[in-house]
């Protein structure tokens, strides 16, 4: 689109919707409730059509141009649940489906998902399975034109509000190959959508389950061919990664920042809190966490963007960010006293928001059994 920002101006893209993406977050976090008012003012920003070819309304910029945007949003938005229901909107079916669909299934949604109008969601997780996808058993038998899908989804990020579903269900034997990809839009017979799951943190953004009863998808709704289903979770989860902790980076810069200036007016005893060591030695520890968060995230981004294998780059990336938004929010809470546990303040809620980071797109515990694996341990 010809008004899209330059890439120098990305990190400020969201920077004049900042009074739209703050408003009522106590009230909107207290309640748990998904901030549609919000997600009007995402949608205005042209974020969500970031890394979207133009042909369907997006921008056509790179991963690393998204993920430069997305940091840009976790700085200005203090809202931690809309802005990863944000990245779900991006990853979740408009990266697949721009990827591996056809073209009618492209022309059908991409354009609505591209503009927000459609919320997307991905159902992958399973009760039993967790971060185990290769055992998804939902399954989906042949039945001439259609799938016939039976089973259930857990944890699923957006599944209350969610306009359209990727379901990734088995339709062959165990393993890799035997995963295949369907959308399934909200209301179709068969499908059930639980209520919003409450939870620690990120409550703005609504989880919930679903349910297959039955459920027949058409044949030309699946997305890649069948069996495809672990190449479309390939691709989609290295962005997934990417893209949900560069926002977790803008988040960490900006209570960097924030506590550093708390630090400064702060007095006791007659001075700055941040000149007694106890406080600047936490400081320039968060400061090292942020940047070297950073620079995992820049190299391995620039290394997925060079189709280069980034396999255990990214499992050290997920942990070394999500571990490090939890050490920093909990450095800021006692930084700030008194006030880093009172909800006024929100600095207890950058903590509460942080914990769920080291769980969604595969627990901490799975990326160092991943990592221990690719060294051949």
């Not at 920002?5 to 977050?25: I, Q, T, V």
């Not at 991963?63 to 809309?82: I, N, P, Q, W």
């Not at 672990?230 to 960490?252: C, N, P, Q, W, Y």
């Not at 396999?311 to 050490?327: G, R, W, Y």
Request: proline share 4%.
């Amino acid at each position: 689109m010809s008004d899209q920002p330059p890439p120098s101006d990305l990190l400020h893209l969201m920077a004049p919707w900042a009074d739209r993406l703050n408003a009522d977050l106590d009230g909107l976090d207290s309640r748990a409730e998904f901030p549609r008012d919000k997600w009007s003012a995402v949608q205005d920003s042209g974020l969500l059509r970031t890394p979207f070819a133009p042909s369907y309304g997006g921008h056509g910029r790179s991963l690393t141009d998204t993920m430069r945007a997305l940091e840009g949003l976790g700085r200005v938005s203090h809202d931690s649940g809309l802005s990863f229901s944000a990245s779900t909107q991006i990853v979740s079916v408009g990266t697949p489906l721009q990827r591996f669909g056809d073209d009618d299934l492209k022309e059908r949604y991409l354009p609505k998902i591209v503009s927000g109008d459609l919320i997307t969601a991905h159902a992958i997780t399973e009760e039993s399975g967790g971060s185990d996808a290769m055992n998804i058993s939902t399954t989906a038998v042949r039945d001439g034109d259609h799938y016939v899908v039976s089973g259930g989804k857990m944890f699923i990020t957006n599944a209350p509000v969610a306009d359209v579903f990727l379901l990734y269900v088995r339709t062959g034997a165990p393993g890799p190959f035997g995963l295949t990809c369907l959308l399934v839009e909200a209301g179709t017979p068969g499908l059930v959508v639980g209520p919003a799951m409450d939870k620690i943190g990120l409550r703005t953004s609504p989880i919930g389950t679903l349910a297959f009863e039955e459920l027949r998808v058409p044949v030309a709704q699946r997305v890649g061919g069948e069996g495809a289903g672990f190449l479309v979770l390939d691709h989609v989860m290295k962005r997934e990664v990417l893209f949900a902790f560069s926002i977790t980076l803008g988040e960490m810069t900006r209570r960097l920042e924030e506590t550093v200036r708390f630090a400064k007016d702060r007095t006791q005893f007659g001075q700055s809190i941040g000149k007694y060591q106890a406080i600047s030695h936490k400081i320039a520890t968060m400061k090292i966490r942020t940047e070297t968060a950073r620079k995992w995230l820049r190299d391995t981004g620039a290394k997925v963007e060079a189709r280069k294998d980034a396999a255990l780059d990214l499992a050290a990336t997920k942990t070394v960010v999500s571990e490090a938004n939890v050490q920093n929010a909990l450095d800021a809470v006692r930084i700030h006293g008194g006030r880093g546990v009172l909800t006024a303040h929100g600095v207890e809620r950058g903590l509460r928001d942080s914990v769920a980071g080291t769980i969604y797109s595969g627990t901490s515990e799975i990326q160092r059994t991943r990592i221990a694996s690719l060294l051949g341990l």
